[in-house]
């Protein structure tokens, strides 16, 4: 059973910073694309940043040259660094993986205060 558990949400003032963690087990890690989406109030969920096997990365305009991803596979965690955080950046963060099928944790809220 594949199960993901993100950490390290929290409340930050803009121009703050937050380093999100999620850890996965049931799942051979270093084989699966990962990433994170966000989900602000009233608003669908959408896509932030993903890094694959060979740690390409993608980011949406949104985040790039704020949000840093990476993984470790040795750990099967993937990060998401939030550097220069703004107020629109509150949402609730899910991250996810991609092997043999979609599989997201539960999410971990963020909150930037102006």
């Known amino acids: 059973q594949v199960q993901l558990v993100e950490s390290g949400g929290g409340k930050v003032q803009a121009g703050g910073s937050l380093r999100l963690s999620c850890a996965a087990s049931?799942?051979?890690?270093?084989?699966?694309?990962v990433g994170w989406y966000r989900q602000a109030p009233g608003q669908q969920r959408e896509f932030v940043t993903s890094?694959?096997?060979?740690?390409?990365?993608n980011y949406a305009d949104s985040v790039k040259g704020r949000f840093t991803i990476s993984r470790d596979n040795a750990r099967s965690t993937v990060y998401l660094q939030m550097n220069s955080l703004k107020p629109e950046d509150t949402a609730v963060y899910y991250c996810?993986?991609?092997?043999?099928?979609?599989?997201w944790g539960r999410g971990t809220q963020v909150i930037v205060s102006s």
């Open positions: 049931g799942i051979i890690f270093s084989l699966a694309t």
């Open positions: 890094i694959l096997t060979g740690m390409s990365t």
């Open positions: 996810y993986v991609d092997r043999m099928g979609r599989y």
